[in-house]
């Protein structure tokens, strides 16, 4: 079974322009979530889907950060226009239930130069 | 609110050692769950183990153990006979109540001697 994956990898990009982030959770998980960890700092949640629905976006920075779960398969974060202090490794987690054990991807490592 | 302190920048257990890496959390919910995920420097993020509030024993996988004190509010991770293969980042997380977002410490970073 696959697990989460993400991408890019890396994206490196300069103040003011455009990121799109991709997420495909685990084949038949529900729930989504974003996070982010900015160097030398805690792992901190953005948001939960459940399928195509917002479930909590409590941790999203600001209004420069839009994430989608158009047809409750993959995600989107975008983040539009970037600024210097959004860089950090953006990590995506999907589990099948409420309460269960949250599966990582690899992280897209964003710097914003 | 939930919190989750790890006290232990870093550690250095030498290769074939046991070594336990400290995790306390804070939560006021009575039925809430506890992880480590293990983050070499790959960079991505790996479940190792996992300890449900109302589990009487400690949970183990493998050569992960959590060692789980209710009462003291820790949830430290006992990994025996250290390899090489387990020198990362380890990070202790806390999911409670109604919340489905997991709550992550400031992570250990381990180095296994050889």
């Known amino acids: 079974e696959a697990g989460v994956t993400q991408f890019p990898s890396h994206s490196v990009i300069e103040k003011g322009q455009t990121v799109t982030l991709r997420c495909d959770p685990i084949?038949?998980?529900?729930?989504l979530y974003w996070y982010r960890r900015v160097m030398g700092k805690e792992i901190k949640f953005l948001l939960h889907?459940?399928?195509?629905?917002?479930?909590?976006e409590s941790g999203m920075p600001n209004n420069r950060f839009l994430a989608e779960r158009t047809g409750g398969t993959y995600s989107t974060l975008k983040v539009q226009p970037a600024e210097l202090e959004d860089s950090g490794v953006y990590f995506c987690?999907?589990?099948?239930?409420?309460?269960?054990?949250?599966?990582f991807g690899p992280g897209t490592r964003l710097t914003v130069l | 609110a939930q919190k989750i302190t790890q006290t232990q920048p870093g550690m250095f257990v030498q290769e074939k050692e046991a070594v336990t890496l400290d995790c306390t959390y804070d939560?006021?919910?009575?039925?809430?769950?506890l992880f480590w995920y293990k983050q070499p420097s790959s960079g991505e993020m790996i479940f190792l183990i996992y300890?449900?509030?109302?589990?009487?024993q400690n949970a183990t996988e493998g050569r992960y153990s959590l060692n789980f004190q209710k009462a003291r509010k820790s949830a430290n991770l006992v990994i025996s006979a250290s390899q090489l293969g387990d020198s990362a980042m380890y990070f202790c997380?806390?999911?409670?109540?109604?919340?489905?977002?997991?709550?992550f410490g400031i992570g250990t970073k381990l180095q296994v001697i050889p």
């Open positions: 987690a999907s589990s099948q239930d409420f309460g269960n054990t949250q599966y």
């Open positions: 300890q449900g509030s109302y589990d009487e």
């Open positions: 997380a806390i999911i409670s109540g109604g919340y489905q977002k997991v709550t």
């Open positions: 084949s038949g998980h529900d729930n």
């Open positions: 889907f459940v399928k195509e629905s917002k479930q909590d």
């Open positions: 939560t006021s919910d009575q039925s809430y769950g």
